[in-house]
């Protein structure tokens, strides 16, 4: 067997009777969560999963990384699929590999730290249904947050894989805070809570090729649990760490398969197989399994899933994401968070920003949910500041951040900002030094208490814990107590294929369909659609078959005239009301008062819900109530009158 770069004569056994190696290099597939997260908006169905499940299963993989919070949280959102029922569904086809899922600490698979009720009934769950290793970071690696989950991981006889999360402040491994002695420091404290096996969780793909050799080798000398990469393509640099980390003796590295590989997601598998192929770190897998399983994913997968993939590049590598520090899908947030505010001119600023409001928070690392912390201030501050004051608007999660209760930032936090965010905030003024979840009530109960009328059992009541607004909507479509929007319903390939051949006619100019039948007359119910593909423009006119079409409107109720006009959303009559409006698009989570209540000047009256984070409305002037347009759930887009105050 060869040490790797030897070249050798004798021909090599590409079959996977193969001779096995020393010190084979474990992987852990991501296809499953991870992949289609980096790659297709987290979209990936379960029903999608299961014509590769079981060849993925005999591949040999180390763990299939199948759970995590993004998954969780787009399934019940977008995908009206129960994220538990995953697991038990995946668990079927796949008997012999360990599942993997990626568990935010205190924070499970939310965006803050939840009370320790939760955090331990979550982990207790997760692992019956069927998770065996429990890769467990925090934002700010701040392991205070895994005191909670690390017992019950440990009490269910499951695998704790401590994360250090990887981040920079220069453009190579370095700087104030994040040095070799950094990282070392944190695979010690993680070994002295038990952990088995230690993760380098580098989560924008900034580990340059000798940083990974060098980090590697100090880690090995420092811990002796295995030590296991995660890191992204976005770069370009992911080949060549991972080789150098291999080189190094890092124990078990993350790919992808191949459909699901490269631009902000991972390494693919294939080639790193093939580059170990005969020498003393040979995975052991078989090539030609891999190439059928890439081939299903191909023609049968992908295709619907094509239309997220954002390919307005042709380039697969964007090095500035060493230059700015900002994960790739932060960026497309951003970007999307300023389109959506008519304000993507703005795209410079928020660059030039993000770094300083980056460094007044502590120099966090940014990963979720640092990164939309992080991300949706700096929009805030570009937004919303003038006349040379900052931190006009600040989100609840900056001042609970403040406050303490993300945990302890790796550098102090800006004293003026921290002083401004906990003016008026309702927890106290001086920050907490405690481990954040100490001072959290319980919340098992209340959910419960809550949900009752809804939930059927602890999963149910967990989801709902875990996201009041979208989780409840989602009970309630699990249970036929409302019936689930068009959009959250699966398609079929039929059904993508036709859509995608309607495209490829459109971009001809060939819409209309050419028949022999007649031609019908038109009628004056007749509608025009404006259909835009890629940069063209198409008028389209529709009318429904047989008779005159009523599109777009709701059928009307019994009784009623289908001539009536709808009913016009409030317009902020001036004299009759002060109106609070929408700063910014998002989903209404809270209602704080009801029509008649009196309210004074800067009161919150409505929270906010934009890019993950809550935004406090306040009342605009004191007064009263005297309408309120939104309910709880309600989407709005910015400018929309909420309510209004007289
Ligand atoms: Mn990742």
Known sequence: MRKHGRLQTTPIDYSPKRPAAASPVKIQDLSFRDGHQSLFATRGRTEDMLPIAEMMDNVGFWALETWGGATFDAMHRFLNEDPWERIRTLKKYIKKTPFSMLLRGQNLVGYRNYADD????????AAANGIDIFRTFDALNDYRNFETVVPVIKECGKHFQGCICYTMTEPRMGGEVYTLEYYTSKAHELEKMEADSICIKDMAGLLSSYDAYELVTALKKTVSVPIHLHSHSTSGLSAMSHLKAIEA????????????ANRTSHLPVEPIVMTLLGTDRDTGFDINL??????????????????????SKVSLTDI???????????????????????????????????????????????????????????????????GGERYTRITDQVKDLCYGLYGKTPMPINEDVRKKALKGYPRGQEP?????????????????????????????????????????????WKYGKEQPPPEVQPKSLEQVRAELALIEKAKVGNVIE???????????????????????????????????SVVGRVPPAPGVACSAPPKPSAPAVPGAGTPLTAPMPGMIVSIEKQVGDVVTAKETVIVLEAMKMENTLAAPKSGKVSEINVKIGDTVKKGDVLCVIE
């Open 249 to 260: 003796g890092v124990d078990i590295i993350d790919t992808c398969m191949a459909p699901y």
């Open 432 to 476: 907490i030094a405690c481990r954040p979840a100490e001072i959290l009530e319980p919340e098992l109960d209340r959910a419960k208490q809550e949900i009752k009328d809804l939930a059927q059992n602890l999963d149910d009541v967990l989801i709902y814990a875990l996201y009041p607004v979208t989780g409840k909507r989602f009970l309630k």
């Open 290 to 311: 891999l190439v059928s399983i890439g081939e299903i994913i191909e023609r049968q997968i992908i295709p619907k899933y094509r239309q997220y993939l954002n390919d």
């Open 320 to 386: 500035s994401v060493l230059l700015h520090q900002t994960p790739g899908g932060m960026l497309s947030n951003l970007a999307n968070q300023l389109k959506e505010m008519d304000a993507l001119d703005k795209i410079e600023q928020v660059y030039a920003e993000l770094p300083r409001v980056r460094k007044d928070l502590g120099q966090v690392p940014l990963v979720t949910p640092t990164s939309q912390i992080v991300g949706v201030q700096t929009v805030n501050n570009v937004l919303f500041d003038s």
């Open 118 to 125: 939760v955090a331990r009934a979550f982990v207790e769950r």
């Open 514 to 548: 050419k028949t022999d039948k007649p031609v019908p007359a038109k009628s004056d119910h007749l509608r025009k659609f404006n259909v835009f593909v890629d940069n063209e423009y198409f008028e389209v006119c529709v009318e429904e078959a047989g008779r005159p």
